[in-house]
């Protein structure tokens, strides 16, 4: 189906599917006169279809030190296949405290030097993580704690505002970094639909500076969805081996006290996040159909706006998972 035609069909479908009165957040969401909505975004001579928006504001995130992530993990002997709880209880008892005392064990020895080599002298980061996927579930906390293992610039939150939920462009990727004591915040909009193999393209270059990703639902639907726009355009998504889902440990730490994992069901009951005048989800696709359709910039702040605070309740989040631990500092 042709870009133009694409637009409009999904601009009815939503009317159709959903009668909320979209004039209260094109008159009520912003003040600024309509064409101050693009000017306020920066193109990139190498990805000219994208615009940049970018916001730097203060944000402080504390991982567990690391000299107590890599105590925790040095104590897990179960970390060496055939080692269970009952016999890493009875090897502590033998005073086979860690996986360096184990590499001394006359059994156990040759299994425990090996792993501690795939990690190497410094702690590759990437194998702890591969060790670590490979024994403990995808929701136990200390995944969580292991993210300070990675440098700070290196860890990406991200999320995608998209035209529908199953390999339909994507038109807006959010991006956010942890500074010192600051929160760098990223978006990349596609000015057009042609657009979108140019936001892949800045997206492909986020990915080179990246260890770890940081999502909410992104492991079943926008990392999939990444996957498949890439196919699209006969690319490669590179791969990045380190994927913290927020979704599946909010489930698991907060799931019998909330009454569903909506995103806004946990920004207004765990972050005491209130968002004013915000653009329902459902009515995204819309306003960018309408934009494309007008040529009119003004659907675009609501979508913005709305993504902007995605991707800054996701860092909020990751931040109270990080300190709602009962061990936490």
Not at 91 to 111: I, K, N
Not at 287 to 301: D, H, K, M, N
């Amino acid at each position: 189906m042709r870009s133009d035609r694409l637009a409009g069909w999904l601009a009815g479908r939503a009317a159709a599917e959903d009668p909320i009165n979209e004039s209260r957040y094109l008159l009520g969401a912003f003040d600024e006169p309509a064409e101050e909505v693009l000017r306020s975004g920066v193109r990139d001579r190498a990805f000219p279809d994208v615009l940049t928006f970018e916001f730097e504001e203060p944000f402080r995130l504390d991982f567990p030190p690391t000299e107590r992530v890599r105590a925790s993990v040095e104590r897990m002997l179960h970390l060496l296949y055939g080692i269970g709880s009952c016999r890493s209880a009875e090897l502590r008892r033998q005073g086979y405290e860690t996986l360096d005392d184990l590499a001394s064990h006359p059994q156990w020895g040759d299994r425990a030097r090996a792993l501690l080599a795939e990690w190497g002298p410094t702690w590759d980061v990437e194998a702890i993580f591969r060790t670590l996927g490979t024994w403990l579930p995808t929701t136990d906390p200390l995944l969580l704690d292991a993210l300070g293992l990675v440098p700070r610039g290196r860890v990406l939150f991200f999320d995608l505002e998209t035209l529908g939920l199953s390999n339909t462009p994507i038109f807006l990727i959010a991006i956010a970094r942890l500074g010192e004591q600051t929160l760098l915040v990223r978006q990349f909009l596609a000015t057009s639909l042609a657009g979108e193999r140019s936001l892949l393209a800045r997206f492909r270059r986020e990915l080179e500076d990246t260890t770890a990703l940081v999502s909410y639902n992104g492991k079943a639907f926008d990392w999939t969805l990444l996957r498949e726009r890439f196919a699209y355009y006969s690319q490669d998504l590179p791969g990045v081996r380190i994927h913290a889902d927020l979704l599946h440990h909010v489930r698991r730490r907060f799931g019998d006290a909330l009454p569903d994992a909506h995103l806004g069901t946990v920004e207004e009951r765990l972050l005491e996040v209130r968002r004013t005048d915000d653009l329902p989800s459902a009515l995204v696709p819309q306003f960018y159909s309408r934009y494309l359709e007008t040529g009119s910039p003004a659907p675009l702040r609501p979508i913005l706006d709305h993504n902007r605070q995605d991707i800054r309740s996701l860092a909020q989040l990751l931040r109270a998972l990080l300190s709602a631990r009962p061990n936490a500092s």
